[in-house]
């Protein structure tokens, strides 16, 4: 059974502060993992997946197997920051994704 | 581009009406959708995930005959809350996937906000 695991319901930062949203998963192949984010009033939409290695408003997620985590990274949050944050996995071969209970971020000017 | 369309955002209805949600992709062909329930301050709850032309698959605890799914081409596919109760007041999310190789990342529609009296 494919699980995601986000420990945190809630982060409060202050702007420019770093920023780590911890995701933990399981699951017995190789997954897909991805970050959505649902800013105040607006639908979810995809921040940014594990296999495009790429730095979305300067977030990032590195895929840590041995550690089985894909937690998300910003050096210095900024106040547009604030949103929930939901880490997904989907497993190779199946495509039905399984989604973490969201963390929700909120950063303080 | 990659735009789902989810309407209506919004019903209010009696208890005892059947409601229909739909999820269209307007720019894209999606060979699967699937379809969320989020409660308050809760992630969201994979209800089914519909494929185009065969049944819906629906996730443990979640009944077929109460949630009927048609997703009759590859653009659309629709949710009926049929004889709605009080208890099924959420938010419902439909999702949409492009077609082609699995395990792409999953367009959103707005969500509908079912309220039953």
């Known amino acids: 059974a494919q699980r995601v695991t986000q420990p945190e319901k809630l982060l409060s930062v202050f702007k420019g502060a770093p920023v780590e949203l911890k995701c933990n998963y399981s699951?017995?192949?190789?997954?897909?993992l991805f970050w959505y984010v649902q800013y105040s009033r607006q639908r979810l939409q995809l921040l940014l997946r594990?296999?495009s290695r790429e730095s979305i408003k300067g977030f990032t997620a590195d895929l840590n197997k041995g550690e089985t985590s894909f937690h998300l990274k910003k050096p210095f949050a900024q106040e547009e920051d604030s949103a929930m944050y939901y880490c997904?996995?989907?497993?190779?071969?199946?495509?039905?994704?399984?989604f973490g209970r969201g963390t929700s971020l909120i950063v303080h000017p | 581009g990659a735009v789902v369309s989810q309407h209506p955002s919004w019903v209010i209805c009696k208890s005892g009406t059947s409601v229909k949600i739909e999820c269209r992709s307007l720019?894209?062909?999606?060979?699967?959708m699937f379809w969320y329930r989020q409660f308050p301050k809760q992630s969201l709850m994979l209800m089914a995930t519909?494929?185009?032309?065969?049944?819906?698959?629906?996730e443990q605890g979640v009944e077929k005959d109460k949630f009927l799914i048609n997703h009759a081409s590859l653009t659309l596919s629709t949710l009926t809350v049929t004889s709605a109760h009080p208890e099924d007041s959420s938010f419902y999310i439909c999702?949409?996937?492009?077609?082609?190789?699995?395990?792409?990342?999953?367009?959103f529609g707005d969500g509908t906000r079912l309220s039953i009296l």
């Open positions: 999702s949409a996937q492009i077609q082609g190789a699995g395990n792409q990342p999953q367009h």
């Open positions: 699951y017995s192949g190789s997954p897909e």
């Open positions: 594990h296999i």
């Open positions: 997904a996995l989907s497993g190779r071969g199946s495509y039905i994704p399984t």
């Open positions: 720019d894209f062909q999606a060979t699967t």
């Open positions: 519909s494929n185009e032309g065969s049944k819906a698959t629906y």
